[in-house]
């Protein structure tokens, strides 16, 4: 018994005394010459950091290895901040006389060489440093080109709905990979973007968020509160057209502020066809106002479009900041799209359908009633407490997603133990994974587009197109992003222009306001408003009423809301002009 315990102790004391002595390789430990470290970054043109840029050195022409860690290695790459730190020796023979290159690479810029002589090293005992800084200039070589082409081509795919949202961006996604690993490893210059930069791509606050959002509003959706809101808006409305549209409007608004105005349309939709149905009007006549006042109200805070939520997570703005400057101008055009509204329908309005008001009500009563009290009072304590973090985070220093996190993990576990939730319908139901998977493809998509030049190549233009003017420049911002917005998905459209907003914002004068922020974010949320596909607000609250038998043409869609973004757009314009 003594033996065989003897035997795994003399293993383990051995392996410990193999690890104690750690011979290190003896080309490198031993002091058989000079000691050189050159350390810098490199940058682009806009001085922003350039990763995974690759430098060798040359000694006189000759390559030269570099110490990496305890081994050596022919080149090394810079970091995600664009630093790096070379190490390599020199015999002192060859040092007094060398000629040092750095040589810097990377596909979709310029080469670029640093030299040193013997007089650029500041010398401390047997180590010599210096400092070199790159600016490399783009090129608009094969990755380019490639890259673009892919980009269009997914671009295509989402706005036309040739293929799901979801399924063109991973095909996209996956295109950019496979072409830098095949081609891209045939030849450095058609490398697009590596896997670790595509995963770096990925925001993941703004994929928590989504996801912390889409919990709390599935458990609140068990409790029936919003088919009691929709009950309590017709009861007051007393069966009157306008008052219970102006009502819809207000509650869509305020509740797309806090709870995003997709899965505001997506509850609130089906009772609205409902209800029009009893009063024997179009569900179009609620429906389209409807989904106008969700894009005003998402805009109007950080959480409320997913625009904004991109916004703030690339800026760190915060929750306070989005609130007191764009929720007055939002409440401009809540107060419009009521006026514009009323001159619209005023046919419809002007009838008063009090008839079947009382029967009706009655109905709704009983079938739209709040079926689990102590769910929607936990619930909206949480939500509270989330809503009080959001408005709080920027003190905290912390980002928005960990809150909506929180509360969702709170309400979900009390959900599961009180039984009143089921864990796997939750998730299989009330989560989308198809717009988390469909944002996270469509980042690594804009960051390969990103590395390859692209987004550069539209900032340069644009800043020259302003002459560096911010008027001008806020003009352009705003009203290209609600035309674009109109046309396309403004998601992807937003993940193209924060690149080229954050440049713009560091170069134009008076611009560090964060003044083209709220331009980008107003034309991206109430651009969406102009055609049935510009949100995704629209296109759910559209695939909702086909499958209820009541299609929304884009044709109908566009008579409404294109005059109206026009003049929602103007109100924002002269509020970011004052």
């Excluded at 109007?300 to 703030?312: C, K, R, V, W």
């Excluded at 998730?427 to 690594?444: A, H, N, V």
Aim: hydrophobic share 50%.
């Amino acid at each position: 018994m003594k033996l065989k315990l003897a035997v795994p102790l003399v293993f383990i004391l051995f392996v410990s005394l193999f690890f104690l002595i750690d011979p290190a390789p003896a080309e490198i430990t031993e002091n058989s010459g000079r000691n050189y470290f050159i350390s810098g970054t490199v940058r682009d043109s806009h001085q922003e950091p350039v990763r995974e840029a690759r430098l060798r050195v040359l000694v006189n022409g000759v390559p030269h290895k570099i110490i990496s860690g305890s081994e050596e290695a022919n080149l090394i790459e810079t970091s995600s901040h664009g630093g790096y730190q070379i190490e390599f020796q020199l015999p002192p023979e060859t040092a007094e006389t060398a000629l040092i290159r750095i040589e810097v690479t990377k596909s979709s810029y310029r080469p670029a060489n640093l030299e040193f002589g013997k007089n650029d090293f500041a010398p401390k005992d047997q180590n010599y440093f210096a400092i070199g800084n790159v600016e490399l200039s783009r090129s608009l070589g094969p990755a380019f080109y490639i890259a673009a082409a892919i980009f269009l081509l997914t671009y295509l795919l989402i706005s036309f709905d040739v293929l799901h949202r979801t399924v063109a961006a991973m095909l996209g996604a996956a295109t950019m990979l496979i072409a830098t690993y095949t081609l891209g490893t045939l030849n450095p210059d058609y490398r697009i973007i590596s896997f670790a930069r595509a995963v770096g791509s990925v925001d993941m606050n703004v994929i928590f968020l989504l996801l912390g959002m889409m919990v709390i509003v599935g458990v609140l959706k068990h409790t029936g509160v919003f088919q009691w809101c929709a009950y309590m808006s017709f009861r007051i409305s007393r069966g009157r057209l306008f008052i219970l549209s102006l009502i819809s409007m207000i509650f869509v608004a305020v509740t797309s502020a806090f709870l995003d105005n997709v899965t505001t349309m997506l509850l609130y939709t089906p009772v609205t066809i409902e209800i029009a149905l009893a009063m024997k009007i179009s569900p179009l006549v609620l429906l389209i106002p409807e989904v106008m006042a969700s894009n005003i109200g998402g805009a109007a805070t950080l959480i409320g479009d997913p625009p904004n939520i991109m916004i703030g997570s690339y800026t760190g703005l915060t929750f306070l900041q989005f609130i007191r400057n764009l929720a007055p101008v939002c409440v401009a055009c809540l107060a419009a799209l009521v006026f514009y509204d009323r001159v619209f329908h005023r046919r419809q309005q002007a009838e008063r359908r009090e008839g079947h008001a009382a029967e009706y009500i009655g109905s709704l009563k009983s079938s739209h009633r709040i079926k689990d009290p102590v769910l929607l009072g936990f619930g909206l304590a949480v939500l509270g407490v989330v809503i009080a973090l959001f408005a709080s985070h920027g003190f905290w220093k912390m980002e928005v997603s960990i809150p909506a996190l929180f509360g969702a993990g709170a309400l979900f576990a009390y959900g599961v133990l009180a039984r009143k939730v089921e864990v796997f319908e939750l998730i299989e139901k009330d989560i989308e994974w198809s717009t988390l998977l469909f944002f996270i493809f469509l980042f690594i998509v804009v960051g390969a587009v990103e590395e390859t030049g692209l987004l550069s190549l539209i900032a340069d233009y644009v800043l020259k197109l302003s002459s560096g003017n911010l008027t001008v420049a806020i003009c352009l911002i705003l009203w290209v992003s609600a035309i674009m917005s109109a046309f396309v998905d403004n998601i992807p459209f937003t993940a193209t222009m924060l690149p080229i907003a954050a440049y713009l914002t560091r170069v134009i004068p008076g611009a560090e306001t964060g003044v083209l922020w709220w331009a980008l974010a107003l034309g991206a949320c109430l651009g969406g408003n102009g055609t049935l596909i510009g949100a995704s607000a629209n296109v759910v609250t559209m695939g909702i009423a086909e499958s209820a038998g009541h299609p929304i043409h884009f044709r109908d869609f566009m008579k409404y809301g294109l005059l109206y973004m026009l003049i929602s757009v103007a109100i924002c314009n002269l509020w970011l002009l004052i």
